[in-house]
């Protein structure tokens, strides 16, 4: 089985990856937010809690630190105080303090422990940000301004611990030069550092996808395929031709033209006889896509983390509670013969470890992105890197109907451009809102009333997305007001009232990473939430991992589109100038189907970012390593 990766959706700071990186196996990783349980956990909360009254460490902190170090956190701690540098949220000033409480005049700047949690630190504040690889050069900068003595044995304790690998590139050189005998030409190989966890899965997604190319053969005969284009326009019919007879391809273009498309190459296998599948992020967005289809398709629409088959307890005896694995990976691999991804794009380098690892050789796989698309919320950039390697066919759709108001407009940031689009029934509207107390009064006036009264869309059609949690006018806030309005209550279950609306923000056995649901009661057993694939009981353990959902982060929020979006877009503030960019932008705005609400209190930094500021480069390997 090929155990899930953690979600690492912005501001869910148990997302990271942290804890031993060398234990990690492609696709595999620990899930943190569960505090173990039982007798042990019980003796272990109460070993932490007097570890942390006698070094001042608030008390929030033993549930995190107990999901990450496990129940045997106090001894480790205590043989090793920088080891704190692995609970999400612990900053390496937080982790001297505590070295300082805990070892007293034994803490020391040149501690060969604190120089290699330093550096496991930095690699996963770099994965944090998408890295999946960080020039050694910067590492050693940075621990310098951490004050470490030795940077360079630092590095190397860490190299020696497992706590980081290094990784070495052949750069890309003139192969003249290397006939002509110049030398000094020939650049050095590249080398990088990172954490075992991604650098494993960016390997083992490169390996599995020059698989998928190397064993596949043509589904359909010449024939078959002529038929079955006849009629398309150019672009429709490159894209059947790249999905029947490739083993990778990749279309770009909108989220309705990637639905129906995606639809479209289904029905033709299905008709064939063949085994197809069109797979969304979630089982909200596959009941939405399955709408569309035709009355009982021959052919399967699910969501990826349902496909996989994921399940609880299944890692093991060492396994954390809550762990979450799947049922499907290279001993029990997928059945469809072709599967078509709409949102590609949304994939880390570990999920599509492990998705490629349980496709079967043969299986030919599609996968949709939308251009200028928000980079995963986890390291990597699989489908950019992918294109970028120029090692499959990618396709571009061409719109094939006119386009909606909100459609329009999110065509044109994807492009640069911030424009007026024409919406006779409001179904793009801008709302002013000087400051952030206002854009959270004004979001309330929306969802509450103005967007059902005027429109006729249901509040529970309505979604709110934000470019972060924090902030007066970040998820958080417009949540809290959100559910004084929509649902008030103490939040007597883990933060919770029936009635509530939740998003699930690091992936759960019978949910995965963005899905919504309803919160329909609680009891000992925990909270009862109704998902799109039915209902489920999410222990007291695992409530950690669902957040409020009226109000939603972008990057959570993009694997499934509404009938009616606010966007929240909330003053600039200082240090976030880089909070909007055009792919944040187009994202958001591209969740709505049917109307769109741009609460506007960004000022100029909005047209600024749509205009000049791309998405942030992320360091990667994949696109190299696809090529080898």
């Not at 805990?102 to 504040?125: F, W």
């Amino acid at each position: 089985m090929t155990e899930s990766h953690s979600a690492n959706p912005p501001g869910a700071a148990e997302t990271a990856a942290a804890g031993t990186p060398g234990a990690a196996a492609p696709g595999a990783s620990e899930t943190p937010g569960a505090a173990p349980a039982g007798a042990a956990s019980a003796a272990g909360r109460a070993a932490l809690a007097e570890l942390f009254d006698g070094t001042g460490v608030p008390v929030a902190l033993v549930h995190r630190t107990l999901a990450r170090l496990g129940t045997g956190a106090a001894g480790l701690l205590r043989e090793d105080p920088w080891r704190l540098l692995r609970v999400p949220g612990v900053t390496p000033r937080q982790a001297d303090h505590f070295a300082r409480r805990a070892l007293g005049d034994q803490a020391r700047p040149d501690d060969r422990r604190r120089g290699r949690a330093l550096v496991a630190h930095l690699l996963t504040e770099a994965a944090r940000h998408g890295h999946t690889v960080t020039p050694p050069a910067e590492v050693l900068s940075a621990l310098e301004g951490l004050g470490v003595p030795d940077p360079r044995r630092a590095v190397e304790d860490a190299l020696d611990a497992a706590e980081a690998i290094a990784l070495t590139e052949e750069a890309d050189f003139d192969e003249a030069a290397l006939e002509d005998g110049d030398l000094d030409e020939i650049p050095e190989p590249e080398e990088t550092l990172g954490l075992a966890r991604w650098a494993l899965a960016e390997e083992a997604a490169a390996e599995g996808l020059r698989r998928l190319a190397a064993t596949a053969a043509p589904l359909l005969d010449d024939a078959a395929v002529k038929a079955a284009r006849a009629g398309l326009p150019e672009d429709r019919s490159l894209a059947v031709t790249a999905a029947f007879g490739t083993g990778v391809s990749i279309l770009r273009g909108t989220a309705d033209d990637l639905s129906r498309t995606a639809l479209g190459i289904a029905g033709i296998a299905a008709a064939h006889g063949l085994r197809a599948a069109v797979v969304t992020p979630t089982d909200r967005a596959a009941a939405d896509l399955a709408a569309q289809a035709p009355e009982a398709p021959a052919f399967t629409i699910a969501g990826l983390h349902t496909l996989l088959e994921p399940r609880e307890g299944a890692g093991g005896p060492e396994a954390a509670p809550g762990t979450v694995v799947f049922g499907r990976g290279e001993q029990r691999p997928l059945e469809p013969q072709l599967l078509v991804l709409t949102d590609g794009a949304g994939l880390d380098v570990e999920l599509c470890a492990v998705l490629v690892e349980a496709c079967a050789d043969g299986t030919h796989l599609v996968l949709g992105g939308e251009p200028q698309s928000l980079p995963p919320a986890g390291p990597g950039r699989p489908l950019d890197d992918l294109e970028a390697s120029e090692t499959v066919a990618v396709i571009e759709l061409e719109p094939d109907a006119p386009a909606a108001p909100p459609a329009v407009l999110t065509a044109a940031v994807r492009g640069g451009e911030l424009v007026t689009v024409d919406a006779p029934g409001k179904e793009v509207v801008i709302v002013p809102a000087d400051g952030a107390t206002e854009a959270v009064h004004r979001t309330v006036q929306l969802v509450t009333d103005s967007i059902p009264r005027a429109l006729g869309i249901p509040v529970e059609d309505v979604q709110v997305v934000a470019p972060a949690a924090g902030g007066e006018a970040g998820t958080a806030a417009l949540n809290a007001a959100l559910k004084a309005r929509l649902n008030p209550g103490p939040g007597a279950f883990g933060g919770f009232d029936p009635g509530d609306r939740v998003l699930v923000a690091a992936p759960l056995p019978y949910a995965a990473v963005g899905e919504a649901g309803t919160v329909t009661g609680a009891d000992p057993a925990g909270l009862h939430v109704e998902f799109a694939g039915g209902t489920a009981v999410v222990p007291p353990a695992l409530t950690s991992r669902l957040r409020p959902g009226w109000a939603v982060t972008v990057a959570l929020g993009r694997g499934t589109r509404r009938p009616a979006v606010v966007a929240v877009l909330p003053p600039a503030t200082a240090g976030d100038d880089g909070a909007l960019t055009r792919p944040l932008v187009a994202t958001a705005f591209g969740l709505a189907r049917r109307h769109l609400s741009v609460v506007q209190a960004s000022g100029p930094a909005l047209a600024a970012a749509v205009r000049e500021r791309p998405a942030p480069a992320r360091r990667t390997r994949l696109a190299a390593l696809v090529v080898q």
